[in-house]
């Protein structure tokens, strides 16, 4: 079963940059997107932001433009999410996702995605 892996968050202070990474375990994907969400404690979780594999076509939330990136790695199968600028309110866990139907109307909503990572905690302090 494929696997997904987060790996960067951690405590910084607001105004610091943090790089999240997702990587499957075991066997590569087929992938058609990833895409990155957050979750802070007794809220919805939220869209961050996509990438698509082939054409490297990004969406982000609001929120986060200008101040994420996220960029792929194809050697690497790997996919990074830049942050910087953090503010307290970027604390969450962060969960990638991945997806191998070409749906890219379905990038921003979790039901768009099959496989999920276990998230890394962010905290940003103020």
């Known amino acids: 079963q494929v696997q997904l892996v987060e790996s960067g968050g951690g405590l910084v202070q607001a105004g610091d940059s943090l790089r999240l990474s997702c990587a499957p375990s075991g066997r590569g994907l087929g992938t058609y997107a990833t895409g990155w969400f957050r979750q802070a404690p007794g809220k919805e979780r939220e869209f961050v932001a996509s990438i698509t594999w082939s054409s490297g076509r990004r969406n982000y939330a609001e929120s986060v433009k200008g101040r994420f990136t996220i960029a792929r790695d194809n050697a690497k199968n790997t996919v990074y999410l830049q942050m910087n600028n953090l503010k307290p309110e970027d604390t969450a866990v962060y969960s990638c996702?991945?997806?191998?139907?070409?749906?890219?109307?379905?990038?921003?909503?979790?039901?768009?995605?099959?496989?999920w990572g276990q998230g890394t905690q962010v905290t940003v302090s103020s």
């Open positions: 996702a991945a997806t191998m139907k070409p749906t890219p109307w379905a990038l921003s909503i979790g039901q768009g995605y099959e496989y």
